[in-house]
């Protein structure tokens, strides 16, 4: 069973700071790699997507991929209290197109 | 507007009924998906269809049944064999296959067994 991890917090980092979030995968083949954020009694909403090594940034989101160490990793700078939520790692299982989620890492962002 | 849609919002069940949540989309995917979300928890796979007239059970499709007889729809029956059907339920689709292939969501169904 493919696996993705990431911890369940919650992250607490005051406004301003900038918020880490971390995911590790098992399947050495994922190709895609996505993060979504969550509100509360929401539905999932994609808001960043990367498929090769390195950086990719949005705004004040900044998207990291390492796969020889099969990890990816969501950067928030400027934390601002909108961006508590519940953060979703998602890998791509590459035999069958599935998503494989994480559980998700909870932010939150005091003033 | 491009999206997904489902219906209803908020759903009340007895025990022993069958109920179908809908889950229309007009982004011309190709694939849609059926997840569960309990409290807390992460996203579980109930069904997935990747082409119409075709689909697979996920990881927990036990007391659940889909069809896909149009691209656009992808209903999903909870079943009165489901033991515990209270959950949010969650439709979402992509493209199908490929590299760059981001799935969106629609904004869900709670379901809720009396």
């Known amino acids: 069973q493919k696996e993705v991890e990431q911890n369940s917090g919650p992250l607490s980092v005051p406004e301003g700071a900038i918020a880490s979030l971390n995911c590790t995968y098992s399947?050495?083949?994922?190709?895609?790699f996505f993060w979504y954020r969550q509100y509360s009694g929401k539905s999932p909403e994609l808001i960043m997507s990367i498929y090769s090594n390195g950086d990719k940034e949005d705004g004040r989101f900044t998207a990291q991929l390492n796969k020889a160490s099969q990890y990816v990793s969501l950067l928030i700078r400027d934390s601002q209290p909108s961006d508590s939520a519940t953060y979703l790692c998602a890998v791509n299982e590459v035999w069958t197109d599935k998503l494989i989620f994480g559980t998700g890492t909870r932010l939150q962002v005091f003033p | 507007d491009g999206g997904i849609t489902q219906s209803p919002k908020y759903l009340f069940r007895k025990e022993g009924q069958n109920v179908t949540l809908s889950c229309e989309q007009n982004?011309?995917?190709?694939?849609m998906y059926w997840y569960r979300q309990d409290p807390g928890q992460g996203l579980r796979l109930i069904y997935y269809s990747q082409i119409v007239n075709d689909f697979q059970k996920g990881d927990i499709a036990e007391g659940y049944s889909v069809s896909r007889e149009k691209k656009e729809s992808f209903p999903l029956t909870v079943t009165s064999a489901q033991k515990n059907p209270t959950a949010f339920y969650l439709c979402a689709s992509n493209r199908g296959r490929g590299l760059e292939n981001e799935q969106f969501f629609g904004p869900g169904t709670r379901l809720t067994v009396l």
């Open positions: 982004l011309n995917h190709d694939a």
């Open positions: 399947d050495r083949v994922s190709q895609s």
